[in-house]
């Protein structure tokens, strides 16, 4: 019998701790953290993973560096709620207050811990839906932004077809198993790329400890992604799990001005997704490097156009003389192997022979950025004014003015 009841009691302390952890609910082998993130020291070889699909992201320049099925579309658990907090803090305002309905405080799986008619912010909201993945706290969101789950899905999905993303779908602001909620471990990296350029996004994720106020209750809320505060530069994002998913987790990393997102979806157990995401950190810290190359784009095709621009023939063109430009140059680095860096190269090629008329603005040629053989990056080479093509009385003008000037010239050598 009183076994029985410390049992109960026990339980009882469970449920009324004033600190929150979900989203991890099941119990599984115990781990230290230290010990797998010593394990991945200086990972030179391709990581192999025990994820269904990975994904390495640079955030700069929006390549990706490395992936394991980054485009099969996949389950993603609770990495949902980072795109029902986008539309949240994009449709919404932090101070508002909402009143929690009877269907969002009965949500299950992973709670905030939510009562009908609780009084709660928007902003505290938000730090339950992705510090400790509350599905109470998103099905209150989706309702106070459009009045229903389904009518928030539907924002969602118009937020995925904003951003591009070709292959996700939303059902849910959760991401309980459905089977039309899927993304991809690649889309999910772009997705949360957007999310980050949010400051309160950013804030909020790359927080580990916060205090709500639940209608006059608090409760203190711990981040459930155990890589924040514990994994040099990490700054977020979201943890996930479902029997149908699996672990999934998305990270944010900035190390020496190189930010990276690496997403990992379908592990076994919370040591894997763990392991697998440190293993992909520091394959990318370890192997990649960022290069600076808009000044040496500029370099190149200065020195080019001076030797080359005047041998390019122009027939029929009012001007003789084709200008050329550079297109905008709107990725000024490149991420590379790092051994990969003396293997960079810049060609040029440009038409040879040119009909007029030209358009100003036509694209002329290409200015290639070349990596160990491979096209890194391509930017157009344009003419810099319109060039109105030779009429028939354009012809007889410029025989006429040629005449003239030969006359001169034949004038001024008799004298």
């Known amino acids: 019998m009183k076994k029985k009841t410390l049992i109960l009691f026990m339980i009882l302390c469970i449920f ?7 989203d991890d609910q099941i119990e599984e082998e115990e781990y230290k953290i230290e010990d797998i993130i010593e394990a991945s020291n200086s990972p030179k070889e391709e990581p192999i993973l025990n994820a269904r699909a990975a994904v390495i992201y640079d955030r700069r320049t929006n ?80 309702e106070y932004i459009a009045g229903s789950v389904e009518g928030f899905a539907n924002k969602m999905n118009e937020k995925a077809q904003e951003l591009g993303l070709e292959n996700s779908h939303f059902v849910s602001p959760h991401g309980l198993d459905m089977k039309e909620h899927y993304t991809t471990a690649y ?6 790329d957007y999310a980050l350029e949010n400051k309160k996004f950013a804030e909020i994720v790359n927080t580990k400890y ?35 998913a699996n672990r999934c987790l998305v ?17 076994d157990t919370k040591k894997n997704r ?25 370099n190149e095709f200065e020195d080019w156009k001076e030797k080359n621009e005047n041998n390019i023939i122009l ?37 040879p022979f040119i009909e007029a008329p030209v358009e100003k603005k036509q694209r002329i040629g290409n200015l290639k950025v070349i990596v160990d053989s491979k ?8 003419s810099e004014e319109e060039i109105p093509r030779m009429n028939v009385m354009n012809y007889l003008f410029r025989l006429v003015r040629n005449n003239v000037l030969y006359m001169e010239k034949v004038n001024c050598d008799k004298k």
């Open 274 to 298: 763990t392991a697998d995401s440190i293993k992909l950190i520091e394959y990318a810290y370890q192997n990649f490097k960022e290069v600076k190359i808009d000044e040496k784009i500029k």
């Open 210 to 244: 916060y205090t709500v106020n639940l209608g006059g209750r608090t409760k203190n809320l711990s981040n459930t992604n155990e890589l924040l505060g514990n994994l040099e530069g990490v700054n977020g994002v979201k943890t996930g799990f479902t029997n149908g």
């Open 187 to 192: 889309e999910l990296a772009k997705l949360t």
């Open 63 to 142: 390549e990706i560096l490395w992936g394991k099925k980054e485009n099969e579309r996949r389950p993603m658990a609770s990495t949902t709620k980072i795109m029902t907090a986008i539309v949240v803090l994009e449709n919404g305002n932090l101070k508002d207050i909402v009143q929690v309905s009877k269907k969002a405080a009965g949500t299950g799986g992973s709670r905030l811990g939510l009562k009908a008619n609780d009084k709660v912010s928007v902003q505290d909201l938000l730090y339950g839906l992705l510090l400790v993945s509350g599905n109470d706290s998103a099905v209150a969101l989706a």
């Open 16 to 22: 009324i701790s004033n600190t929150v952890h979900a």
């Open 315 to 351: 027939n029929k063109g009012f001007s003789k003389k084709l200008k050329l430009q550079l297109d905008e140059i709107e990725q000024t680095h490149i991420a590379i192997p790092k051994e990969k860096e003396n293997t960079i190269k810049v060609q040029i090629d440009v038409l």
């Open 251 to 267: 990270t944010s990393v900035t190390r020496n001005d190189m930010s990276i997102i690496t997403v990992v979806l379908g592990a």
């Open 375 to 382: 096209n890194k990056l391509i930017i157009p080479i344009l």
